[in-house]
């Protein structure tokens, strides 16, 4: 039998993002309309809700989306947020990732976030106690007003791409 936690594990797959995290976020922009990675939260996070049996990825997505996809296979989520958002069909997007810079799927598409919100604490998921070894992102595509302070209070903002062509100018 494994003695993997549940943060090395497919089983990453359904754990939820605690409440102390979304809620403040949702808040902060007037509630998500879009979850297409859903079913194990204890709590709606956004109006309408996508679970493995609508298969959220090929569903169509719209609006203020919250994406906090399966661990197991980020890639294709992260990228369809991104092509959702710059068609025009969501209007804004609030996604969770781990902290991996050296990930292809970062280069390519979690690092077109208008903002990445390093947070400062790692116990952010609801997992019977249990506390990630990693850290966790925030990329915030088409931010209010109201969200940046409350991202600050979370962690460490940055600005990926303001940064990159100030540098090439
Ligand atoms: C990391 S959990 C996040 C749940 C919730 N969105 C949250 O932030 O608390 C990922 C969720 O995606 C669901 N899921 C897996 N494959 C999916 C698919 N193809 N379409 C929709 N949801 C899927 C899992 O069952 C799980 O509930």
Same mark, same amino acid.
């Given at each position: 039998m494994s003695e993997n936690q549940w943060w090395q594990t497919e089983e990453n797959d359904s754990v939820?993002?605690?409440?102390?995290? #979304?809620?403040p976020i949702a808040d902060a922009i007037g509630g998500f309309d879009l979850d297409p990675a859903a079913g194990c939260e204890p709590t709606p996070i956004a109006d309408e809700r996508y679970t493995e049996a609508d298969d959220g990825l090929t569903s169509r #997505?719209?609006?203020?989306? #919250?994406?906090?996809p399966p661990f197991s296979d980020k890639t294709p989520w992260y990228k369809r947020l991104v092509n959702q958002y710059n068609n025009g069909d969501v209007d804004r997007a609030v996604a969770l990732a781990t902290v991996d810079p050296s990930a292809a799927w970062f280069h390519d598409w979690f690092s077109t976030a208008d903002v990445i919100c390093f947070h400062q604490e790692r116990n952010l998921y609801l997992a019977n106690g249990s506390s990630p070894t990693f850290s966790t992102q925030i990329g915030v595509w088409n931010p209010t007003d109201d969200l940046i302070p409350v991202l600050e209070r979370m962690g460490t903002l940055v600005k990926p791409h303001t940064t990159i062509k100030q540098t090439k100018l």
């Open positions: 939820a993002t605690s409440p102390e995290l #979304w809620r #997505w719209f609006g203020k989306v #919250w994406l906090n």
